[in-house]
């Protein structure tokens, strides 16, 4: 399996952030990461998961793109599913 990086974007989302967790932690892939971007100043999350980084930026984007862009950037694999 080639290893790739989910990345998750969120703003006061978190049941959906939630059950975007369960779904990649079902997935049993080890050698993936789950990269989650909050840029909501007022929370931060934290979680103990293997393979899953959370990155909680005080400042909130100007735009998705600019989310994503970041994202991108921090990912740990080449191949990025978004």
């Known amino acids: 399996m080639i290893p ?9 989302r978190f049941n959906l952030l939630q059950e975007a ?3 990649f932690v079902d997935q049993k892939a080890n050698d993936c990461e789950m990269l989650i971007i909050n840029d909501q100043k007022d929370v931060d ?4 998961i293997p393979n899953v980084r959370i990155i909680n930026h005080k400042i909130r984007f ?7 862009l970041f994202g991108f950037q921090n990912s740990k694999n080449e191949y990025v599913y978004r």
């Open 45 to 48: 999350y934290v979680c103990d």
């Open 4 to 12: 790739i990086t989910v990345l998750t974007i969120t703003y006061n």
């Open 21 to 23: 967790l369960k779904s």
């Open 62 to 68: 100007k735009s998705i793109y600019d989310k994503l």
